[in-house]
C-alpha cells in the first residue's frame, strides 16, 4: 500500500536504532532506507532484530558492479519500514540466519540467483530453480560457484523412520508441490517441501520493461493474491515515481482487496471441509465462492479481479449498486456455512489441537497474514501500515491464540465479517462524483526505487522496484505472502500431526506454490 | 452429520440447466476477441502482434493469424485496439482437432 497517511512522530527507541546508521538515517517517511557497510551488517541486524515489534520482512540482492543485499525490516510498532543497503564486494556476506532466521530461505535464493553465500558456509537448499538449472539459466546475477547442495541439505532418517515422497503432481488441479514425508509409519517425523518446479522467472522477465508493462505479469503471478500483489507493485512504483493515486482510486483498490480477502477465505473454507471429508459442508462453502466470485465480476468486470490495479490508480471502477445488492446474499451464503461449520462437532474435533505452530515461531520466522494472527501476533499491515482509506475506517484485527487450525479457521471467519463491514464503509467513500480514478499530472520523475505493501489474504504481500533514467525496471522484487509463510507449514506440520492431517493444515495455511515459486 | 444431509437436501439444486440452457453468469466470463476485418490494417495487425502475451496472435503477410487455442482472453488485444476487436462471448471452444482453433482474418495492406 502506498503509505499516505500524515507521518507519525518518531518513538524514542526507533530515533536510538536510527542513531547508530548515522545523521542521514532519520526521516519522517513511512520507509527509511540506511546504508550499512558489509564489516558492520552482522551488528546492524542483531540491534535490529533487539529492537521490540521489529521483524525481518525480506532479503534480496540486485546485480551490479558488486551485488546489493537489502533487508527489509517491518517496524510494526513504529508503523515503519526499514531498508538496509549492503554492498557485497567478494562472494560470501556475514550470515543473517545465524542472527535472524527467517533469513535462511532468501540466503539460498541469493545463492541461486547471484552466486554469492553466507561466509558461515553452512550448506544451502535448492529453493528456487529447478536442478537443470546450469551456468546458463536465466538469472537475476551470476551462477554460484557450485550447485546448492543437492535438492535438500543433508539430513539423516534414523530408527524404524522412512521417506515417503508424494508429488509434485498431486490429485485434481492443486499446484505442483513435492513433499518428502518422514515418518514411522503413521506419525510424522519430518517434512520438506520442493517448491521449484512452478519456477517461472518472473522477476528475471520484468527487467526491462515500464511498470504498467509488468503489471500485467504481476497479477498473473499469483492468479488468487491478484490485488494484493499488484496493489504492492504498483506503490512499489508509485513510490519510485513519485506519484499519488487519488482518493477514489484507493478506496476502489480497498474494495477490490477486500473483495479478495472474501473469495479465499470461502475457498479456504471449502478446502478445509473437502481435507476433513464433510462433503456437504464443501458444497456449501463453493456455492459461497462460487456466489463471490460472480460478484467480483458484476462489480468490477472479472472474477478473479485482474485489471483492477494500475500504476498510479485504478483500471476498473467499481460498480457499486452491483456491490449492495450482491454482496449480502453472497456473504450470507458463507455466514450460513461457517455458521453450521462451528456447531460440527466431528468437523471441529478434526481441526481442533492440529497443526500447531507457537507464537514464538510465528515471530522467529517471520510470518504473516491470518496463519500469523492465529498464534497470537496481531500483525496487519492495514493497521500497522495504513493507508488510506485503511487509516480511516480503523480495523478490528482478527487474532486467536491457540495457533491450530481451529484458530486460523476462527480468524478467517472474523476477517471476512471485517471485510463486509470494510466494504459498506468505503463503498460510501468512494462514490463521490467527478472524482478521478487517476492522477490529473504524469509521473514527476522516471527513476527511483520504492517499497510497496499491501495486506493480502494471505498477509502482507511486498515489492521492491528499481527503475533506470526511461522508467524502466532495472530490479523488481515480488514477495508475497505465500513466500514467508511456507517456511512455517513444515513446523505446524511436525506438531505431533499424522498423514492424514497433513491436507486439513495445507487447506488451513491456504498457501500458494505459485506465489512462492515466481 | 444428519444435519448436514437435511440441510443439504432443503438447500436442493443449485447447479444450472447448462448446456441444455445458457448459464446465466456466462456473460460475465472473459472470453476470446472477435476481429473487424475491414478495420485491421497491416500495422494494427502487427502491433496486436505484440500485445499479446500468448502469441495467440501474428501477422503473416495480409493477414492476421489468431490461435484460440493459445489465447487466455486476457483483454490487451481488446484494450490496444478496440475500434477492430470485441468480447466474441464464445466459451465454448472445443474442437476435434486443433488447426480448427487457428483462424485467419485478412488485413488491409495500410
Known amino acids: ?518 | 452429520m444428519p444435519l448436514w444431509t437435511l440441510r443439504g437436501l432443503r438447500r436442493g439444486v443449485v447447479t444450472t440447466r447448462y448446456p441444455a440452457r445458457p448459464d446465466p453468469s456466462a456473460g460475465l466470463l472473459p472470453t476470446p476477441p472477435a476481429f473487424r476485418p475491414g478495420a485491421l490494417t497491416r500495422d494494427l495487425a502487427e502491433r496486436l502482434a505484440t500485445v499479446c502475451p500468448s502469441r495467440a496472435l501474428a501477422r503473416d503477410g495480409d493477414v492476421l493469424v489468431f490461435d484460440a487455442g493459445a489465447c487466455t482472453a486476457c483483454g490487451r488485444c481488446r484494450a490496444e485496439a478496440p475500434e477492430a476487436t470485441a468480447s466474441s462471448g464464445e466459451f465454448e471452444l472445443a474442437a476435434t482437432a486443433r488447426a480448427h482453433l487457428i483462424k485467419r482474418i485478412p488485413v488491409r495492406p495500410a
Open chain 1, 1 to 518: 500500500m502506498t503509505a499516505i497517511q500524515p507521518s507519525v512522530a518518531s518513538r524514542p527507541g526507533l530515533n536510538d536504532l536510527l542513531t547508530g546508521f548515522g545523521p542521514d538515517a532519520a526521516g519522517d517517511g513511512p520507509v527509511i532506507t540506511v546504508r550499512v557497510p558489509v564489516a558492520g551488517l552482522e551488528a546492524a541486524v542483531r540491534r535490529i532484530a533487539a529492537h521490540p515489534g521489529a521483524r525481518l520482512a525480506d532479503v534480496f540482492a540486485s546485480a551490479g558492479g558488486p551485488v546489493t543485499l537489502r533487508l527489509v525490516w517491518g517496524l510494526d510498532a513504529d508503523r515503519r519500514y526499514l531498508i538496509t543497503e549492503s554492498l557485497i564486494d567478494g562472494d560470501s556476506y556475514p550470515s543473517l540466519s545465524a542472527i535472524a532466521p527467517a533469513a535462511f530461505a532468501e540466503e539460498c535464493e541469493i545463492y541461486e540467483q547471484f552466486g554469492i553465500r553466507p561466509a558461515d558456509g553452512r550448506p544451502l537448499n535448492r529453493v528456487a530453480l529447478p536442478p537443470g538449472a546450469g551456468p546458463d539459466w536465466p538469472r537475476l546475477g551470476r551462477a554460484p560457484a557450485g550447485p546448492p547442495a543437492g535438492v535438500h541439505a543433508p539430513h539423516h532418517v534414523g530408527g524404524h523412520a522412512f521417506e515417503f515422497p508424494f508429488g509434485p503432481v498431486r490429485q485434481v488441479a492443486v499446484e505442483s508441490l513435492y513433499y518428502g514425508l518422514v515418518t514411522s509409519g503413521e506419525e510424522l517425523v519430518d517434512l520438506y517441501l520442493f517448491t521449484w518446479h512452478k519456477h517461472r522467472g518472473v522477476e528475471w522477465r520484468l527487467r526491462g520493461l515500464t511498470p504498467r508493462d509488468a503489471l500485467f505479469q504481476v497479477e498473473r503471478t499469483e492468479g488468487l493474491g491478484a490485488v494484493g500483489n499488484a496493489w504492492a507493485f504498483a506503490a512499489a512504483a508509485e513510490a519510485a515515481l513519485g506519484l499519488q493515486p487519488p482518493p477514489r482510486a484507493m478506496a476502489a483498490r480497498a474494495i477490490a482487496l477486500e473483495l479478495e480477502r472474501l473469495y479465499n477465505h470461502a475457498a479456504a473454507t471449502a478446502a478445509l471441509c473437502q481435507s476433513t471429508g464433510l462433503v456437504i459442508g464443501q458444497a456449501a462453502a463453493e456455492i459461497a465462492l462460487e456466489r463471490l466470485l460472480r460478484v467480483n465480476a458484476a462489480v468490477f468486470g472479472h472474477r478473479y479481479l485482474f485489471g483492477v490495479v494500475d500504476i498510479g490508480g485504478t483500471r476498473a471502477e467499481p460498480d457499486l449498486a452491483a456491490l449492495r445488492s450482491d454482496l449480502p446474499g453472497a456473504y450470507g451464503e458463507l455466514k450460513r456455512a461457517a455458521d453450521a461449520l462451528m456447531s460440527t462437532n466431528s468437523f471441529l474435533d478434526r481441526l481442533e489441537a492440529t497443526g500447531i505452530l507457537a507464537e514464538e515461531a510465528a515471530r522467529r520466522l517471520g510470518l504473516v497474514g491470518p496463519v500469523a494472527r492465529a498464534t497470537g501476533l496481531a500483525a496487519d499491515t492495514r493497521a500497522d501500515h495504513p493507508a488510506w482509506p485503511y487509516g480511516e475506517f480503523p480495523l478490528a484485527v482478527a487474532v486467536a491464540d491457540t495457533g491450530d487450525v481451529l484458530a486460523r479457521f476462527r480468524v478467517m471467519l472474523t476477517e471476512a465479517a471485517e471485510s463486509v463491514r470494510l466494504i459498506g464503509e468505503i463503498g460510501g467513500a468512494a462514490a463521490g462524483p467527478g472524482l478521478a480514478l487517476s492522477p490529473a499530472a504524469g509521473p514527476g520523475r522516471l527513476a527511483g526505487s520504492g517499497l510497496g505493501w499491501a495486506e493480502s489474504s494471505r498477509g502482507e504481500s511486498m515489492a521492491w522496484v528499481a527503475l533506470d533514467g526511461s522508467g524502466r525496471i532495472t530490479r523488481a522484487r515480488l514477495r508475497p505472502a505465500a513466500v514467508r509463510n511456507w517456511r512455517g507449514f513444515d513446523d505446524a506440520c511436525r506438531s505431533q500431526n499424522v498423514f492424514t492431517d497433513i491436507p486439513i493444515i495445507e487447506a488451513s495455511f491456504w498457501l500458494t506454490v505459485a506465489g512462492t515459486s515466481r
